[in-house]
């Protein structure tokens, strides 16, 4: 699994996000900074739903670089619990289901899923009742 | 030093889109119709700082104006740039080393969501090309959750856009003047949940300009009393939600809302101005959206948070009602030119203060009036006017 930037990812079976822990302060925040300040930790995979929206247009490129064919997705905040909030997808739910407080778990997708090439990027999806 | 920083003249070139004059032109036609509003001259000018975020360095109006090798500052501050340049400008009298000077700001934007790169806002590229790097999914996530913990619905966002057209239908420099019914707000498509496409500002143009003197240097130039009774600039405090955030703080409470820059300045501003919130007579909240605009109504102090479902239902933010808010129909309504829109709101509060704002005029003579911007990343300015 290629991550769409080195660092983002743990090198594990099931990847976690890697956040930054301020040595002084234990404030965590993602991504990793990657300054002397901060300590790489792996951060929870499993989370809550902050807060969304649904990206309904195609963003501007640059920066965006996903494919030409735009399909809406939900942006998402999750809550990692005593950890950080986080900005990522959410995937593998319908946009009338998404509701504030549901419980969610890491499972990054790809930038372009029609493209078996293409870079992992941060997203969840809804964990369940069996979660 | 004694006295008050005092506004003596106002300019304005019309929002919207003006095809055929650069960001530069408006802000210098905006800066001669100031001039002439205060009866003053390029010459006299003692300093200038100019707001612009993508039409260039404002600096460059010397060309135009005047090579009278005047301080000319370049400010940049996200949407609040703005208020920024105010801000810089009332300090400059208020050191007592100048007596008269000038805001200005201006911007062209081209159509469509602004051009945000990461590496500007100190964020990796990565950010960027997943598709997070846009300005509306942040607002729209802000209001989502607002709206989950305080209770306001869809319809009272609506009533906000509804308000916006309506006043701007009697502001001559608004972009868009014509009625919108609520109806049409909230069929229209959704660009980001729950907002539909009548509840964001567009990126636009348009140029303000402000004239500034010392209390002793308006008394000469025999303008009426405007006063800058406070101007303030502040960053975000700690847990706030911002802009361009990969990631925000944990807390422990999270049932009320996070600090942010705007309450910061805001209550900065009251402090410096000796008055409350229920001072106020007429207010220019920044509404990029118009969940800003209600979410602004708190985090300035005119309301408790959820009270807005009652105040708009209740017309208490319109023209006539109790607390009139953004009387020119705001970004909305104006678009929003980064550089021009903190003026703008100021523009507009003296125009209230001097009773010249014709259908769109407050009632009972406004004796103090409020404005708010916020902008990326995490940044605000406030001030407050009193004849």
């Known amino acids: 699994m290629r991550a769409i930037a080195e660092g983002l990812f743990t090198d594990e079976a099931q990847p976690r996000l890697i956040g930054g822990k301020d040595r002084e302060t234990g404030r965590i925040v993602f991504p990793f900074p990657g300054t002397p300040a901060f300590e790489p930790v792996p951060l929870s995979s499993d989370g809550t739903l902050w807060s969304y929206t649904v990206q309904r247009f195609r963003p501007k490129t640059p920066p965006y670089l996903g494919p030409e064919a735009f399909l809406p997705w939900v942006v998402a905040y999750v809550e990692l619990p005593g950890e950080v909030i986080v900005e990522a997808r959410l995937n593998d739910v319908a946009f009338e289901d998404v509701k504030v407080g549901m419980a969610v778990r890491f499972a990054p997708s790809q930038l372009n899923p029609e493209d078996p090439e293409s870079p992992y990027i941060p997203a969840y999806s809804p964990a369940g009742e069996a979660a | 030093m004694s006295g008050d920083v005092c506004i003596v003249g106002i300019g304005i070139h019309r929002f919207g889109r003006t ?88 911007d062209k934007h081209p159509r469509g969501a602004f051009n945000a790169l990461p590496a500007e806002y100190n964020l990796p590229d990565w950010y960027g090309e997943v598709g997070q790097m846009v300005t509306t999914q942040f607002f729209a996530a802000k209001i989502m959750r607002y709206m989950s913990l305080f209770g306001i619905s869809q319809k009272t966002l609506g009533l906000v856009s509804e308000k916006a057209f309506r006043n701007a239908v009697h502001a001559p420099h608004a972009w868009r003047r014509q009625p919108v019914s609520l109806e049409e707000i909230l069929e229209a498509p959704l660009v980001s949940d729950p907002y539909t496409k009548y509840m964001f500002c567009s990126p636009a143009e348009g140029g303000v300009a402000l004239i500034l003197a010392s209390e002793k240097k308006a008394r000469e130039l025999g303008k009426p009393l405007i006063r800058l009774k406070a101007a303030t600039m502040r960053t975000r405090p700690p847990a706030s939600f911002e802009v361009f955030a990969p990631s925000v703080d944990v807390v422990a409470d999270d049932t009320a809302p996070r600090g942010t820059a705007s309450r910061i300045a805001s209550a900065d501003a009251y402090r410096l101005a000796g008055i409350g919130p229920g001072d106020i007579d007429v207010a220019q909240l920044q509404d990029t959206e118009v969940g800003a605009e209600l979410m602004h109504m708190a985090e300035n102090g005119f309301c408790a948070d959820g009270e807005q479902e009652q105040w708009l239902a209740e017309g208490r933010t319109d023209i006539n009602g109790a607390l009139p808010v953004n009387t020119d129909g705001g970004c909305l309504a104006c678009g929003e030119p980064i550089g021009a829109s903190g003026l703008r709101q100021v523009y507009e509060n003296v125009v209230q203060l001097r009773g010249n704002g014709g259908g769109r005029q407050v009632p009972n003579a406004p004796k103090t009036a409020y404005s708010h911007v916020y902008g990326a990343p995490g940044v605000s300015a406030v001030t407050i006017l009193e004849r």
């Open chain 2, 19 to 106: 095809d055929g004059l650069s960001g530069v032109d408006q802000g210098v036609f905006a800066l001669r119709e100031a001039m002439a509003d205060a009866g003053v001259e390029w010459p006299q000018i003692q300093f200038a700082y100019g707001s612009s975020d993508a039409a260039g360095n404002p600096d460059t109006m010397v060309d135009r104006l005047g090579l009278t090798g005047v301080q000319f500052i370049n400010v940049r501050n996200g949407c609040a740039a703005g208020g920024s340049a105010l801000f810089s400008a009332q300090m400059a009298i208020k050191s007592g080393e100048f007596d008269l000077g000038v805001a200005v700001g201006f």
